[in-house]
């Protein structure tokens, strides 16, 4: 076998675990219950996983429920800004993760339910009211009413210091062993086989007659569908009757879950039936779709998003509460953010969802490792139009400084797609040389997607002809 070849099977088999553990995370604190040993377990499990300093595991002592009162959260609350105070974190932190077995919901007001579970304006997620404490949002906490999320439709990196809020996420599930396979699939730099990767995007025809909030969210998955197909994703954007299932190798998913009428047809409780890559990230339009975590609860008139984390999703937002249809996360947002090749480095799930959503102290939650990204960088290789022959493809499709002369030693079929997936120029090599010169003088100026096949190996990065 080709010695380059050899040493680039090398650097592909190593690469993903190499760049998790490089990632810092210095600047996540871990919110664990001392009264709950799953809590303590998945706190542990998690911190060992990512290295994240022990003077940022929190300890607090409440009591193990999902739902607490005002009073219990003001308790919780003061524990956290106690120890990050006592121990000068405040400066270091950006982003706060609760574990399964801390509480989830703040139930102000005992005496309107629905169904069993608190209903109304007086109530918030245990994890959206944290993201406010010790910054200039803080006397926000425990009002009545959402705030605008600031860092909302933004395009950037995220800061506490800049945008005077945490970002919170969730580790939780049905089980412990649920929450720990959460960890496995999420985490930084997930490497990505864009030619097998799925977006579903699932529409209900039936909100396209209602409100015009309603419409608007079907809308927005026809939005983002076409930011991904121009981005060579596949993506498979359903607008009929049909709830889909059983999808393989789905990276997002976004559908009406229990709200699509025509999901209890085909499933229980709207499950897809999905089998997950890691990195993936899910959003559903339900109301109540992160009211439990309790695989005992019997409340069952809405889909959870619990049952995705069993399924194997690495991340998603739900709702502990009713929160209307303005606090549902945007995923024209979500997904174009998530999955932006034009960043200096990938947005994270937690800033993806963060941009994404409209407001904070109100009634959303977000499963899952915060600093979970896609491996998205692709060396961008230079040509000049109407020049002959002059572009050498070095196919290295993770890191930019290490250059791989091409083994030409066994066949190869080589690929260019516009960005909208259209083939422009391909070519057959039967092999017996150590590199490929193409010959793009034919092909305006633009940006392309060149594609190499060998053996079972599959490379692809960008083209950009000036």
């Known amino acids: 076998m080709n010695k380059y070849y050899s040493l680039l099977l090398l650097l592909m088999a190593f690469l993903p675990g190499h760049i998790l553990a490089q990632t810092n995370y210095n600047d996540v604190a871990v919110i664990v219950n001392s009264n709950s040993t799953v809590s303590l377990a998945i706190g542990e499990y998690f911190s060992q ?12 002592n409440v009591p193990e429920k999902e739902q607490i009162s005002s009073a219990e959260f003001d308790d919780l609350r003061q524990q956290v800004e106690d120890y990050i105070t006592a121990n000068n974190l405040l400066g270091d932190l950006n982003y706060l993760v609760t574990t399964k077995g801390v509480p989830l919901g703040i139930a102000r007001d005992s005496s309107a339910n629905w169904g069993g579970v608190p209903f109304g304006y007086h109530r918030a997620s245990v994890e959206s009211e944290l993201a406010l404490i010790l910054g ?9 009413l959402a705030i605008q999320n600031p860092y909302f439709q933004k395009n950037e990196h995220f800061t506490r210091n800049k945008f005077g809020v945490f970002l919170v996420t969730r580790l939780d599930g049905y089980t412990q062993q649920d929450v720990f396979r959460l960890v496995d699939n999420g985490g930084p730099s997930q490497a990505v086989n864009r030619d097998s990767a799925t977006f579903v995007l699932d529409q209900a025809p039936k909100w396209n007659t209602a409100g015009q909030s309603y419409q608007q969210l079907n809308q927005r998955l026809g939005q983002v569908a076409t930011v991904l197909k121009a981005n060579n994703w596949e993506t498979l954007l359903n607008d009929d009757t049909v709830f889909v299932t059983g999808q393989r190798n789905v990276l997002g998913y976004a559908s009406w879950g229990s709200n699509d009428q025509d999901a209890h047809a085909v499933t229980t409780w709207a499950r897809p039936g999905n089998i997950w890559a890691k990195g993936s990230i899910a959003e559903t339009y339900v109301s109540t779709s992160g009211r439990s975590f309790e695989s005992s609860n019997t409340i069952g008139w809405q889909s959870r998003i619990a049952d995705l984390v069993e ?13 209307f249809s303005f606090a549902l996360a945007d995923v ?20 993806s969802f963060g941009m994404a959503s409209a407001v904070l102290s109100w009634m959303d939650v977000v499963i899952g490792d915060p600093k979970t990204s896609l491996q998205l960088k692709e060396p961008s290789a230079v040509a000049k139009s109407g020049a002959g022959p002059s572009f050498r493809i070095y196919p290295n499709p993770a890191v930019n400084e290490v250059n791989i002369i091409y083994p030409a030693s066994q066949p190869i079929h080589v690929m260019v797609q516009d960005l909208m997936g259209r083939r422009v120029l391909q070519r057959w090599i039967d092999g017996g040389e150590d590199y490929l010169t193409l010959d793009v003088s034919g092909l305006s100026a633009g940006t392309y997607l060149v594609t190499l096949n060998l053996e079972n190996t599959s490379l692809r990065q960008k083209l950009v002809v000036r």
């Open 136 to 144: 200039p949002y803080a006397p926000y906490i425990g009002d009545s």
């Open 311 to 323: 399924e194997g999703v690495s991340a998603v937002k739900g709702y502990v509460y009713e929160p």
């Open 49 to 60: 996983e990512r290295n994240i300093p022990e003077k940022n595991i929190i300890k607090i």
């Open 332 to 351: 024209s947002v979500l997904f174009s953010r998530y999955t932006d090749e034009d960043a200096d480095e990938p947005y994270n799930m937690a800033e």
